[in-house]
């Protein structure tokens, strides 16, 4: 049984779903994570239990024949497909479904990896307010004896101070720089893969048969991990849990191919992950570029 139920109000006025389909649909969209999937006609469809559906969610009803005529009011309304796998209902979601998770303005309701890794960044003060606060911290003692206007009394010997005085500057603020960005380790290879939506479990179990295979957790691996699940629309959690359960090292989508489930095309899919140029500025903005 479910102990929680998140429904996006907007979208399901939006899309004319009444409280009891928002509370199935809720459910439908979650099943990614955790649903046995096949690939039909090119396209990703979830197990979907009508029994399951009936055991998680009880407040919605007890009969299967009821859910089953819920499952059907939705994909009636554009928002999921609906095929029989050996008498078991699997279901699609449709492109317009993806959009659950988003406001009108195309924002993410619930914060993304990618604005968790910006946030963490942002947490270091610019080198600018840095310097300022340090020479705050030494103000010109007070009765000391005002300096001539320089343009009274032009000298040499102050014009090599201050240059030498921009010259110091310039070298504090390439410092601060530079520990701006952090280093990239290979613990942050698995980090950044359970803040984009892997399943815990799943990443170490991968990670256990990358270090057997003695494959290197480098940010380069891990944009080019990341960038093959892009290219053909993969969910990142998906990908994750085929490389643990056939204990690769690596992640190409062609190695699909050979499962039992069917063949996969390069466009297939439904997937809700952010765009792959954001996420690497987001990796290079913390840890710099290799």
């Given at each position: 049984?479910?102990?929680?139920?998140?429904?996006?109000?907007?979208?399901?006025?939006?899309?004319?779903?009444?409280?009891?389909?928002?509370?199935?649909?809720?459910?439908?969209?979650?099943?990614p994570s955790w649903a046995n999937k096949v690939v039909?006609?090119?396209?990703?469809?979830?197990?979907?239990?009508?029994?399951?559906?009936?055991?998680?969610?009880?407040?919605?009803?007890?009969?299967?024949?009821?859910?089953?005529?819920?499952?059907?009011?939705?994909?009636?309304?554009?928002?999921?497909?609906?095929?029989?796998?050996?008498?078991?209902?699997?279901?699609?979601?449709?492109?317009?479904?993806?959009?659950?998770?988003?406001?009108?303005?195309?924002?993410?309701?619930?914060?993304?990896?990618?604005?968790?890794?910006?946030?963490?960044?942002?947490?270091?003060?610019?080198?600018?307010?840095?310097?300022?606060?340090?020479?705050?911290?030494?103000?010109?003692?007070?009765?000391n004896k005002s300096d001539p206007p320089s343009d009274?009394?032009?000298?040499?010997?102050?014009?090599?101070?201050?240059?030498?005085?921009?010259?110091?500057?310039?070298?504090?603020?390439?410092?601060?720089?530079?520990?701006?960005?952090?280093?990239?380790?290979?613990?942050?290879?698995?980090?950044?893969?359970?803040?984009?939506?892997?399943?815990?479990?799943?990443?170490?179990?991968?990670?256990?048969?990358?270090?057997?295979?003695?494959?290197?957790?480098?940010?380069?691996?891990?944009?080019?991990?990341?960038?093959?699940?892009?290219?053909?629309?993969?969910?990142?959690?998906?990908?994750?849990?085929?490389?643990?359960?056939?204990?690769?090292?690596?992640?190409?989508?062609?190695?699909?191919?050979?499962?039992?489930?069917?063949?996969?095309?390069?466009?297939?899919?439904?997937?809700?992950?952010?765009?792959?140029?954001?996420?690497?500025?987001?990796?290079?903005?913390?840890?710099?570029?290799?």
């Amino acid at each position: 049984m479910r102990f929680n139920t998140s429904i996006n109000n907007v979208k399901a006025k939006e899309w004319g779903l009444n409280l009891p389909l928002s509370y199935l649909f809720a459910w439908f969209y979650e099943l990614p994570s955790w649903a046995n999937k096949v690939v039909i006609e090119n396209e990703i469809y979830y197990f979907a239990s009508k029994n399951k559906a009936v055991q998680e969610l009880p407040l919605l009803t007890e009969k299967k024949d009821t859910m089953y005529r819920y499952y059907k009011q939705i994909e009636k309304l554009g928002l999921i497909k609906i095929k029989k796998v050996d008498d078991k209902d699997y279901i699609c979601l449709t492109k317009k479904a993806m959009g659950w998770n988003y406001s009108s303005d195309n924002s993410e309701l619930n914060p993304t990896p990618r604005k968790q890794i910006r946030t963490t960044s942002e947490l270091n003060p610019t080198p600018r307010k840095q310097i300022r606060t340090t020479s705050d911290l030494n103000p010109t003692p007070l009765g000391n004896k005002s300096d001539p206007p320089s343009d009274l009394n032009p000298t040499y010997n102050n014009t090599n101070t201050n240059n030498n005085t921009k010259d110091n500057s310039k070298t504090i603020i390439k410092s601060k720089n530079e520990k701006e960005k952090e280093v990239f380790t290979e613990k942050d290879f698995p980090k950044i893969l359970i803040e984009l939506g892997a399943d815990e479990t799943h990443v170490k179990d991968w990670m256990k048969s990358r270090k057997n295979k003695k494959a290197t957790n480098s940010q380069t691996a891990l944009k080019r991990f990341i960038k093959e699940c892009s290219n053909h629309q993969y969910p990142i959690a998906d990908a994750v849990k085929d490389c643990a359960e056939n204990s690769w090292s690596g992640f190409k989508f062609e190695w699909l191919n050979n499962q039992k489930n069917g063949n996969r095309s390069n466009n297939n899919g439904n997937t809700s992950e952010t765009n792959l140029g954001k996420i690497y500025a987001d990796i290079d903005e913390m840890y710099g570029n290799e």
